[in-house]
């Protein structure tokens, strides 16, 4: 078994910051590839907002370009999103995935349960 918890989401007025952190964990975890960002607002589907391979090539949907960063240590099996700037527009509830390999397990692409982030006007 694989999960996926994420942390540091809240309310926050425009122009602030947030971090959001999540942690991979698990018993049968043999190499972690691409970790990422998704985030959802109610009605929508859920969109990739960044993501990271595991040597640190990045990904970012047009919109969080230059405001949010994302980040991993492989040590930790963690994976950061660094939001600035953050406008009304970037509330949503965030996700994070992570692509798995087991020792016992095939490839699959595991979820957090999301974590969410309010900013007001």
């Known amino acids: 078994q694989v999960q996926l918890v994420e942390s540091g989401g809240g309310l926050v007025q425009a122009g602030g910051s947030l971090t959001l952190s999540c942690v991979v964990s698990?018993?049968?975890?043999?190499?972690?590839?691409?970790m990422g960002w998704y985030r959802q607002t109610p009605g929508n589907q859920r969109a990739l907002v960044a993501d990271?391979?595991?040597?640190?090539?990045?990904t970012y949907v047009d919109s969080v370009k230059g405001r949010f960063t994302v980040s991993r240590d492989n040590t930790k099996d963690t994976v950061y999103l660094q939001m600035n700037n953050l406008q009304p527009e970037d509330t949503a509830r965030y996700y994070c995935?992570?692509?798995?390999?087991?020792?016992?397990?095939?490839?699959?692409?595991?979820w957090g349960q999301g974590t969410h982030v309010s900013v007001s006007s």
């Open positions: 990271i391979t595991r040597g640190g090539t990045t």
């Open positions: 995935t992570a692509n798995v390999l087991g020792y016992s397990s095939p490839l699959n692409d595991y």
């Open positions: 698990g018993d049968d975890i043999f190499r972690i590839n691409t």
